[in-house]
T-cell receptor, first 115, second 115 residues
């Protein structure tokens, strides 16, 4: 079956521009997660959704980052006024529920390069 | 705060030899522990997980891991490595939050397999 998909796979943008990263979770998965993988910080948790709701935004690195999820399905991570330190691979994962008994299935990631 | 340490950044092993990847965690409660593998250009794939019960857990691709509470460790092992096991391996701890969960990852260990 279809797994988690992310688009674009690669994105190069100029410093100061806004970018949108998209995640299509596995159908029926109510939980959705965003992580960032960078050389300096390793793999770090950004935000999770239960349905369309994101109860805790404290993992987002700055107020330039925002995320939304609509229809309990697709999620977008938006970075405004991108900075070079935003360069990283952004990973999305989905799961049937929030409980750890259910595996988080990861997408292939979006590699963001800010020049 | 919880943390995960993978002391070895790189490990080189000969094909057919055994492999052990170290993971130490810091967490105030009974941990949910995971090992993920990331092959080049791929997303993260779950190898195995530990929640409770038998401290030796079996996973996919012939991997196993042993939870040792006294040492705060969850080391990953494979008796005989195949060339296809060359990848980066991440240990993770799951933290139950009030309304969800998140994974905290170690820095990863990159495994190179010599013919």
């Amino acid at each position: 079956g279809a797994g988690v998909s992310q688009s674009p796979s690669n994105k190069v943008t100029e410093k100061g521009k806004d970018v949108e990263l998209r995640c299509d979770p596995i159908s029926g998965h109510t939980a959705l997660y965003w992580y960032r993988q960078s050389l300096g910080q390793g793999l770090e948790f950004l935000i999770y959704f239960q349905g369309n709701s994101a109860p805790d935004k404290s993992g987002l690195p700055s107020d330039r980052f925002s995320a939304e999820r609509t229809g309990g399905s697709v999620s977008t991570l938006t970075i405004q006024r991108t900075q070079q330190e935003d360069s990283a691979v952004y990973l999305c994962a989905s799961s049937p529920s929030l409980h750890f008994n259910h595996e988080q299935y990861f997408g292939p990631g979006t590699r963001l390069t800010v020049t | 705060a919880q943390s995960v340490t993978q002391p070895d950044i790189h490990i080189t092993v000969s094909e057919g030899a055994s492999l052990e990847l170290r993971c130490n965690y810091s967490y105030g409660a009974t941990p949910y522990l995971f090992w993920y593998v990331q092959s080049p250009g791929q997303g993260l794939q779950l190898l195995l997980k530990y929640f409770s019960g038998d401290t030796l857990v079996q996973g996919i691709k012939g991997f196993e891991a042993e939870f040792k509470r006294s040492q705060s460790s969850f080391n990953l092992r494979k008796p005989s490595v195949h060339w296809s096991d060359a990848a980066e391996y991440f240990c993770a701890v799951g933290m139950i939050k009030a309304a969800g969960n998140k994974l905290t990852f170690g820095g990863g260990t990159r495994v190179l397999v010599k013919p």
